[in-house]
């Protein structure tokens, strides 16, 4: 199913349309009013985001708990934000929000963010099957030493099915004891691993995975089915997407581009839904990390 421009006007056309989704995907289920315990229907309160119970009033802000709490920007710009950051392959800065959403830049920063913020909020379900490990270096000197041991880079850890989906950390170094409870935590026990010949990930074929490797420094990038050649794709679309769309992202935020980029490498299948997918995570318990 396309969900195209047009869709998206002709779905979101006012902030009434909006909150009534936003109330939908997480309150659709609240039969019985729990102030009244009463059988209910929730009705739209004018001139302010809430729903009051029919029988007792008691009002629900279904913006409460999500990246729109406590934002007084129209909910229609919050939406076309998340439109624009789903509809490309390479992300939109707060600069180019800040044109077409009339706002101002630390307005278009901050909804940026909060946005990637919901792209990170996914769920915990465990990488299975062939999955491909490795890392990178992002950010810092642009000129010196390139890849592991470069000056002032920021180190991410990169996890990725074989045609699937994609889990990406901000980790301080690669040491054994950094990327094995990682590893533990978003891969399932029995997959096959698949990295280059850095020590760290030896302990993997002792740890009840199945562990195997390519050797980059005797120039070896593909042996059978074994290789990175996935994860090294991801890379390189971040860097050119960091460098051609951002120019330079800070080492504190750099976390949140990384989700942002591994959502939709995650979604890569689907990229017209791109959207509906990010809406959804509105309905989870809460839609904001912080």
Same mark, same amino acid.
């Given at each position: ?5 047009s #869709?998206?006007?002709?779905?979101f056309?006012n902030?009434n349309? &909006?909150?009534?989704e ?6 659709? /289920? +609240?039969?019985i009013?729990?102030e &009244?315990?009463?059988?209910t229907?929730f ?5 302010r985001?809430c ?11 279904p ?6 709490e406590?934002s007084?920007?129209p909910l229609?710009?919050w $939406?076309?934000a +998340? ?16 044109r ?6 630390? &307005?278009a920063w901050r909804m940026a ?5 919901? +792209?990170?909020?996914?769920?915990n379900e ?7 490990? /490795? /890392?990178t270096y992002?950010?810092?000197k642009r000129?010196?030493k390139r ?5 002032? !880079?920021?180190i ?10 994609l889990?990406a950390?901000?980790v301080?170094?690669i040491?054994?004891?950094t990327?094995?409870?990682i590893?533990?935590e ?5 997959? !096959?691993?698949?990295? /280059?010949e850095?020590l760290s990930y030896? $302990?993997?074929?002792?740890? #009840?995975y199945?562990? #195997?490797?390519v050797?980059h420094?005797?120039?070896e $990038?593909?042996?059978?089915? &074994?290789h990175t050649q996935a994860i090294?794709?991801f890379w390189s679309q971040? !860097? ?9 992202i800070?080492k504190?935020h750099?976390?949140?581009?990384v989700d942002e ?6 979604l890569?299948q689907t ?10 995570r509105l ?8």
């Amino acid at each position: 199913m396309k969900f195209t421009i047009s #869709d998206f006007r002709k779905k979101f056309p006012n902030d009434n349309a &909006c909150l009534d989704e936003v109330f939908r995907l997480r309150h659709s /289920d +609240m039969k019985i009013c729990p102030e &009244c315990e009463k059988e209910t229907k929730f009705h739209r309160v004018k001139n302010r985001r809430c729903y009051e119970c029919q029988w007792c009033g008691r009002q629900v802000y279904p913006t409460k708990g999500t990246i729109f709490e406590k934002s007084t920007t129209p909910l229609t710009h919050w $939406f076309y934000a +998340m439109y624009l950051m789903t509809a490309t392959r390479s992300g939109v800065s707060a600069k180019e929000l800040e044109r077409q959403l009339g706002v101002t830049y630390k &307005c278009a920063w901050r909804m940026a963010h909060q946005i990637r913020k919901l +792209m990170g909020n996914g769920t915990n379900e465990k990488l299975t099957g062939t999955v491909e490990i /490795d /890392d990178t270096y992002i950010g810092g000197k642009r000129k010196g030493k390139r890849g592991r041991g470069a000056e002032g !880079k920021t180190i991410i850890f990169g996890m990725v099915e074989r045609k699937g989906n994609l889990k990406a950390v901000k980790v301080d170094n690669i040491k054994r004891k950094t990327v094995a409870p990682i590893i533990a935590e978003s891969i399932e026990t029995g997959s !096959k691993i698949h990295s /280059d010949e850095l020590l760290s990930y030896r $302990f993997l074929s002792r740890a #009840d995975y199945d562990h #195997d490797y390519v050797k980059h420094s005797t120039k070896e $990038f593909v042996r059978n089915d &074994c290789h990175t050649q996935a994860i090294d794709g991801f890379w390189s679309q971040l !860097k050119r997407s960091i460098s051609g769309t951002h120019v330079w992202i800070s080492k504190k935020h750099s976390q949140k581009y990384v989700d942002e980029f591994a959502f939709r490498y995650s979604l890569r299948q689907t990229p017209t839904t791109m959207f509906i997918h990010l809406l959804n995570r509105l309905s989870q318990p809460s839609s904001v990390r912080h």
